[in-house]
């Protein structure tokens, strides 16, 4: 069955820590990758994308992700956080198809202290 | 600027109405989506459409209904509201492999 598994519900990180959100995917064919962000009352922005390529991809507001094929992961990763990330973070995936439905997992919220 | 909308953004209703929530795009996509949102769940979807005339159910059984006359617009109609139906409900946009969401429809039924 195909699926997206976030298994960190809730993660606290202090602004100016690094941050790596997990990704773990199941998917018949070859997949493509995405992460979104969902600030409160807000529709989801989409951060990064993976379709072929270098494994490692870079996003907006200074996100990255590493795409293992071996590990069927695709975590997202950002060196320093900052108090504006505080949000919930979504990872996708999505078929070689264009127009196919997405994926998503449960989700992960990111907290920032200071 | 090219963007997707949602009307409303916040409804509560009362149950046994009628309610159609509107969502309409700029961006020229061929396909769109409507999702649902409950909180700590996946989002699930509930109807797309590949084009004009063109909808489809999802994979989450829903007692809604869409429509595709325009490309620009797709609204989704609930004909008889319940309790059930409380949840977010997110509209999205696609040219291609990626999707871009609109703010959402929180609904609540009383």
């Known amino acids: 069955a195909q699926s997206v598994t976030q298994p960190d519900i809730h993660i606290t990180v202090s602004e100016g820590a690094s941050l790596e959100l997990r990704c773990n995917y199941s998917y018949g064919a070859t997949p493509y990758l995405f992460w979104y962000v969902q600030s409160p009352g807000q529709g989801l922005q989409l951060l990064l994308k993976y379709f072929s390529g270098d494994t490692l991809v870079q996003g907006i507001k200074g996100f990255e992700a590493e795409f293992k094929r071996s590990q069927s992961s695709f975590n997202l990763r950002k060196p320093s956080v900052h108090w504006s990330d505080a949000a919930e973070y979504f990872c996708?995936?999505?078929?070689?198809?264009?127009?196919?439905?997405?994926?998503f997992g449960k989700g992960t919220t990111l907290s920032v202290s200071s | 600027e090219a963007d997707i909308y949602q009307t409303p953004r916040y409804l509560v209703i009362g149950t046994g109405k009628k309610i159609t929530l509107e969502c309409s795009q700029t961006?020229?996509?061929?396909?769109m989506y409507w999702y649902q949102q409950d909180p700590g769940m996946e989002l699930h979807l509930i109807h797309y459409s590949y084009g004009v005339n063109s909808t489809e159910k999802g994979d989450l059984s829903s007692e809604s209904t869409v429509s595709r006359i325009r490309t620009e617009h797709f609204p989704l109609t609930l004909e008889s509201a319940r309790p059930s139906h409380t949840s977010q409900y997110l509209c999205a946009s696609s040219d291609s492999y990626e999707q871009y969401f609109g703010p959402g429809t929180r609904l609540t039924v009383t």
């Open positions: 961006m020229g996509h061929d396909k």
């Open positions: 996708a995936v999505g078929a070689a198809q264009a127009g196919t439905a997405l994926i």
